[in-house]
């Protein structure tokens, strides 16, 4: 790894920490500060947008409890970098616990204000995997 990767690693594994925490505090308003405008979710229920997510968060609908994420690779291709991880949470959702592990995709932007994630992509991850 170069010392340029080393240093995007090091500092979008800041941001995932940072927005995890705003995720896990469930403050709908902090969770959009890393996100762009656009930015969507995709999961085994298809795809939910970013209006859609922080509507649920700040209804109380979706809670997280528990967050955590390890780095697998980054990829950086000039301002946008694409982080790839095995993340776990827990939370409710409409009332109904919820425990998960799964293989985790963010595409980030970076702008005047530093890095946004644009995409995540979510991946339930198999036993062993």
Not at 80 to 109: C, I, K, P
């Amino acid at each position: 790894m170069t010392d340029e990767e080393h240093d995007l690693t090091a500092e979008l594994e800041v941001v995932e920490a940072d927005w995890g925490r705003a995720i896990v505090d469930n403050d709908a308003d902090a969770i959009g500060r890393f996100t762009t405008d656009d930015w969507q979710i995709v999961g085994e229920d298809g795809i939910t947008s970013r209006e859609t997510f922080l509507a649920l968060v700040r209804s109380g609908d979706l809670t997280h409890e528990t967050m955590s994420k390890i780095t697998g690779s980054v990829r950086g291709l000039g301002d946008v970098a694409v982080l790839t991880g095995r993340g776990t949470t827990t939370g409710r959702y409409r009332g109904q616990a919820f425990s998960s592990d799964e293989w985790v995709t963010d595409v980030f932007v970076r702008g005047a204000d530093g890095w946004r994630c644009a995409h995540t992509h979510l991946t339930t991850a198999r036993d062993g995997s």
